[in-house]
């Protein structure tokens, strides 16, 4: 994934650095997957018990207290005052993150023990965040360091709720409700996505 987040931006032929990221990871979880391991495993669904929806409700909770404590932190209202077409999009990509460093990356590693596997999770998810805002040929209006430290910190706590709970819906919705509250005011795709 950090090839890609190093090469999607990119002209032709890097961009193809960018595409066999995408492929090497997708081959990476198709082999697990044929190897007789369960999706729901894989991903980190389990049984869906009160637990988790214990675990859920809070992941509500700190997603919205993060992504408002971000907004204030860049001199914006604490609340969104519409919704743009992209926070759809924002909060699906931040479901796909978790599925892919909450989901698969850290049941992997859960051999190593719990607190190992979260913290290797978080710091990948937050290799990948850095690597994507650090080629950047924009203009980056967020101090680097601060991303992949927020991004480090947040994915423990995520991957903390994943691994408290059982199941990857906690940590979902923890980033989905981040997302919806950063990126609510935006029209179009910000350049990360697609430029």
């Not at 971000?70 to 699906?92: D, E, I």
């Not at 994943?162 to 923890?174: D, F, L, Y």
Request: proline residues 4%; contains cysteine.
């Amino acid at each position: 994934m950090i090839l890609f987040a190093l090469f999607s931006h990119q002209g032709f032929p890097l961009i193809l650095l960018s595409v066999t990221g995408l492929l090497v990871a997708a081959l990476c979880i198709s082999l697990h997957l044929s190897s007789g391991a369960s999706v729901s495993e894989t991903f980190g669904f389990s049984r869906f018990r009160r637990k988790v929806g214990q675990y859920a409700l809070l992941g509500v909770f700190i997603g919205l207290s993060l992504g408002i404590i971000y907004r204030w932190a860049f001199s914006a209202t604490p609340m969104p005052p519409r919704l743009g077409w992209f926070v759809l999009v924002a909060a699906l990509i931040g479901s796909a993150e978790e599925l892919l460093y909450r989901g698969y990356l850290q049941s992997l590693l859960h051999s190593l023990g719990s607190l190992p596997a979260v913290a290797v999770a978080a710091l990948f998810h937050s290799g990948y965040k850095g690597a994507l805002f650090a080629v950047s040929s924009f203009p980056l209006d967020i101090n680097l360091r601060f991303l992949v430290i927020a991004t480090f910190l947040a994915g423990l706590a995520f991957g903390a709720m994943r691994e408290r709970s059982g199941h990857i819906a906690p940590s979902i919705t923890a980033h989905a409700c981040f997302d919806i509250i950063v990126y609510s005011e935006l029209s179009k795709a910000p350049w990360w996505v697609w430029s």
